[in-house]
């Protein structure tokens, strides 16, 4: 993604840095404005970030292939954010953007 003009914001506790960025412990650290939460994390940590971008008003939430969480979607959705859940967004970008 970050080929195609996106600039990538890697959150994770474990790491200092990622594809060239300063890396964060949480999305609550991230000093810029987020504009999409893409979430690699099993769906038993869904909760948190969830929580995390409804506190931070992110628009949108993207849960990778195999990241579901139900419950964690629909509080979401009903904090007014735009969910995608179980879907690649570097596929779904190919695929719109051939």
């Not at 650290?29 to 929580?51: L, S």
């Not at 570097?90 to 719109?96: D, I, S, T, V």
Request: aromatic share 8%; charged share 30%.
């Amino acid at each position: 993604m970050q080929a195609h003009g996106y600039k990538i914001i890697p959150v994770n506790p474990m790491i200092s840095e990622s594809l060239g960025e300063k890396a964060y412990s949480s999305l609550l650290d991230v000093p810029k404005k987020i504009d999409i939460v893409n979430v690699f994390r099993r769906p038993e940590f869904v909760d948190e970030i969830v929580d995390q971008t409804i506190k931070l008003k992110v628009p949108a939430l993207w849960l990778q292939e195999d990241v579901i969480n139900e419950p964690a979607a629909a509080k979401a959705r009903n904090a007014g954010i735009f969910v995608v859940m179980d879907r690649c967004i570097l596929k779904e970008h190919r695929a719109r953007f051939r």
